[in-house]
């Protein structure tokens, strides 16, 4: 079935350096990939998505990366802060579905001051 | 925008009972609503898929009649847990799309403890 792996479990980073987590998808039909980011005992808050018609998004210290070919997508945080510590999810759109979203399993990351 | 609210926030049962979550989006209407189930430290695991006005679509291995799910309007859909037992401990989160597609933003969740 439809699946998509995410890389690395955890990171853990100084403060100021950049954070990159990776994510592969295997379902051809997907269209739609959001990144989610969830602190501790909160819910997940989405902080960036793009669509396979684009190949990067950008908003101030987040950006995102998709590869269509490779069927891969990046999430790139530059000049992290303490406050970016928490679990990040990234996910993709179920091909043939209304709006489903396969997640991945989660990148935790720490940002150390 | 896009607001998503869940009660209740946390519940403890005894073993035996039923406990019903609803989940309601505030400043908009959803036709499609997703529940998810997510273990400490794990992934969020899509339960069902729930329409309003129609039967929900549950994924491969979750009970219908184990959780029953109800869209009965645009802004509300509820999760019932029938006869909880101590392994369907877990925290519950709903999540909705205000345009049908695929942008889905999640509820506070509930942390179900069933002793």
């Known amino acids: 079935g439809e699946n998509v792996e995410q890389h690395p479990s955890t990171l853990s980073v100084q403060e100021g350096d950049s954070a990159v987590i990776k994510c592969t998808y295997s379902?051809?039909?997907?269209?739609?990939f959001p990144w989610y980011k969830q602190e501790l005992g909160k819910r997940p808050q989405l902080i960036i998505d793009?669509?396979?018609?684009?190949g990067e998004k950008k908003d101030q210290r987040i950006a995102v990366t998709l590869n269509k070919t490779a069927k891969h997508f990046s999430l790139h945080i530059t000049e992290t802060q303490p406050e970016d510590s928490a679990v990040y999810f990234c996910?993709?759109?179920?091909?043939?579905?209304?709006?489903?979203?396969?997640f991945g399993k989660g990148t935790k990351l720490s940002v150390k001051p | 925008g896009a607001v998503v609210s869940q009660h209740p926030s946390r519940v403890i049962c005894k073993s035996g009972t039923s406990v019903k979550i609803e989940c309601r989006s505030l400043?908009?209407?959803?036709?499609?609503m997703f529940w998810y189930r997510q273990f400490p430290k794990q992934s969020l695991m899509l339960m069902a898929t729930?329409?309003?006005?129609?039967?929900?679509?549950?994924e491969q291995g979750v009970e219908k009649d184990k959780f029953l799910i109800n869209h009965a309007s645009l802004t509300l859909s509820t999760l019932t847990v029938t006869s909880a037992h101590p392994e369907d401990s877990s925290f519950y989160i709903c999540?909705?799309?205000?345009?049908?597609?695929?942008?889905?933003?999640f509820g506070p969740g509930t942390r179900l403890l069933v002793l």
């Open positions: 999540s909705a799309s205000p345009n049908s597609g695929e942008t889905q933003y």
């Open positions: 379902d051809s039909a997907s269209n739609y």
């Open positions: 793009i669509r396979s018609n684009v």
């Open positions: 996910a993709a759109s179920k091909g043939g579905s209304q709006g489903n979203l396969i």
């Open positions: 400043d908009f209407q959803a036709t499609t």
């Open positions: 729930s329409n309003e006005g129609s039967k929900a679509t549950y």
